[in-house]
């Protein structure tokens, strides 16, 4: 014949093992939140270019580019051409 005590322990056993599903699967659910974090992208470090008058480092996407120069702003440009003008001629 089975005891109370037999199913007492059975319903103690049942319990803790509901408990241990719940805290499992909470544990899961935060590994893969740590997982989806959202990465470090490479398109938002950027690339870093050069100026090629004031020699100022800035982003590519920031940059003007005319051929395989760059320049932080079109003043820059212009004032690279004029110089680039007077050395030639
Ligand atoms: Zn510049």
């Known amino acids: 014949m ?3 005590r037999f199913l007492l322990w059975l319903v103690l056993f ?3 093992w509901r408990l241990a599903q ?3 699967h909470r544990f899961l659910e935060n590994q ?3 997982k989806t974090s959202p990465p470090i992208t490479p398109e938002k470090t950027g690339v870093m270019v050069c100026c090629h008058y004031c020699h100022l480092h800035l982003l590519k996407e920031e940059a003007l580019q005319f051929g395989d120069t760059y320049f932080c ?3 820059h440009y212009h ?3 004029q110089q680039s003008d007077v050395r030639t001629h």
């Open 2 to 4: 089975i005891s109370i």
């Open 73 to 75: 702003c079109e003043a």
């Open 79 to 81: 004032a690279d051409q």
């Open 22 to 24: 719940g805290w499992y």
């Open 14 to 16: 049942w319990v803790i």
């Open 32 to 34: 893969q939140n740590n």
